[in-house]
């Protein structure tokens, strides 16, 4: 276990609606990252959170936002829904600073179904 | 091009095999790499992480990395059923980190 939660565990919605996912990161850690993961594909950087503000940017619109809170845990938040978000969301959260900075410990993920 | 090409298999292979996964990769200011072994529905858990070319060995797995040639590979010795899973190659640029699409590894009893 990385002691990265995510919840929840699977969703499902229809085209056009709004979706929140949120992570809770391991403890200790300050960094969060997001990804998408398509089946059979490898997962998608989205975006990165470090002391509350976005670090880094994937190639994904605006509709794909999210927050990182004092207590480091995040949501990302998908606008619009569209029948290609369906897909495995991952967090991941790392420790900046020095070499461990790109060690991720990945949570299991919430699986996202657009109808 | 992407800036990952991982050969996405699927691999199969007998108990016991020696096994080997292979990235390739296109933009040299890629300076961390990384081994992800994944479960079906699960979350990607960190393998293995270098940073120099080279080769780093933990027990049964050796990662090992050419800058010149672009090239990352993990080894799996004594591959064991419990093996089987998907395995993506990744490296970090700045805060992004770029994957592959992965490798489906399955050992037979």
């Known amino acids: 276990e990385t002691g990265v939660t995510q919840s929840p565990t699977h969703l499902i919605k229809t085209r056009g609606q709004q979706v929140t996912l949120r992570c809770s990161s391991q403890s200790g850690h300050n960094t969060v990252s997001w990804y998408q993961q398509a089946l059979g594909q490898g997962p998608q950087f989205i975006f990165q959170y470090y002391r509350e503000e976005e670090n880094g940017r994937g190639n994904f619109p605006p509709r794909f936002s999210g927050l990182q809170f004092p207590n480091y845990s995040s949501e990302l938040n998908v606008n619009a829904l569209e029948l290609d978000d369906s897909a495995l969301y991952l967090c991941?959260?790392?420790?900046?600073?020095?070499?461990?900075?790109?060690?991720?410990?990945f949570g299991a993920g919430t699986r996202l179904s657009v109808l | 091009q992407k800036e990952v090409e991982q050969d996405p298999g699927p691999l199969s292979v007998p108990e016991g095999a020696i096994v080997s996964l292979n990235c390739t990769y296109s933009n040299s200011a890629f300076q961390y790499f990384m081994w992800y072994r994944q479960y079906s529905r699960k979350g990607p858990e960190l393998l293995m992480y270098t940073y120099s070319s080279g080769n780093k060995e933990d027990g049964r797995f050796t990662a090992q990395v050419d800058k010149s040639s672009k090239y990352i590979s993990l080894f799996i010795r004594d591959s064991q059923p419990s093996d089987s899973a998907t395995y993506l190659c990744a490296m970090d640029r700045g805060n992004q980190f770029y994957f592959g699409t992965g490798t489906s590894l399955t050992v037979i009893p």
């Open positions: 991941a959260s790392s420790l900046r600073g020095g070499v461990a900075k790109n060690i991720q410990y």
